[in-house]
T-cell receptor, first 112, second 113 residues
């Protein structure tokens, strides 16, 4: 079983839809959770960085963490064609282990 | 503030050759991490450098190595290239690693023929 599981999609939605992206993880040592957006032929761009269980909102984006279920989500409200990209979840343990462990990414297309 | 830069952006090499990739972090950032991204395996951690010392290492063979210079710039070297090394190599910088946010460069796309 992979440490981080993410549905690769592809996911296609109409403009204005609410998008829900999810990851599950198996290792309870993960304490810090991130969402990155990667456009084609570009490097990943950090969208959200959370620690505690609960919700964190930034503009149209909401990150949700449920540590008891080992489940994280990213919601995109009022989706735009410019949101079309691959969305990657990433996680980090505490302590001195600094590497990020990524999901494989979900390809999202928002249709005008 | 300039972002993370990586050179070259594209490389084509032949099996058995070696390659060196370069990464310049965001000014003031002292931690540089390297990742390999492939369609099959996704993004996988290679190693992390801080103050010219390798601090963390992923599960890659010894053909993959790196170093960091006193100005925090980093290089990654792959020797005896194999077809399976074809990938997008990404570097990410952060202030001091640990729990700091990591910012990625655009990557170097390596094709091994």
């Amino acid at each position: 079983q992979k440490e981080v599981e993410q549905d690769p999609g592809p996911l296609s939605v109409p403009e204005g839809a609410i998008v829900s992206l999810n990851c599950t993880y198996s290792n309870s040592a993960f304490q810090y959770f991130m969402w990155y957006r990667q456009y084609s032929r570009k490097g990943p761009e950090l969208l959200m960085y959370t620690y505690s269980s609960g919700n964190k909102e930034d503009g149209r984006f909401t990150a949700q963490v449920d540590k008891s279920s080992k489940y994280i989500s990213l919601f995109i409200r009022d989706s735009q064609p410019s949101d079309s990209a691959t969305y990657l979840c990433a996680m980090k343990r505490g302590g001195s282990n600094y590497k990020l462990t990524f999901g494989k990414g979900t390809l999202l297309t928002v249709n005008p | 503030k300039a972002g993370v830069t990586q050179t070259p952006r594209y490389l084509i090499k032949t099996r058995g050759q070696q390659v060196t990739l370069s990464c310049s972090p965001i000014s003031g950032h002292r931690s540089v991490s390297w990742y390999q991204q492939t369609p099959g395996q996704g993004l996988q951690f290679l190693f992390e450098y801080f103050s010219e010392t390798q601090r963390n290492k992923g599960n890659f063979p010894g053909r993959f190595s790196g170093r960091q210079f006193s100005n925090s710039r980093s290089e990654m070297n792959v020797s005896t290239l194999e077809l399976g090394d074809s990938a997008l190599y990404l570097c990410a910088s952060s202030l001091s690693g640990g729990l700091d946010e990591q910012y990625f460069g655009p990557g170097t796309r390596l094709t091994v023929t």
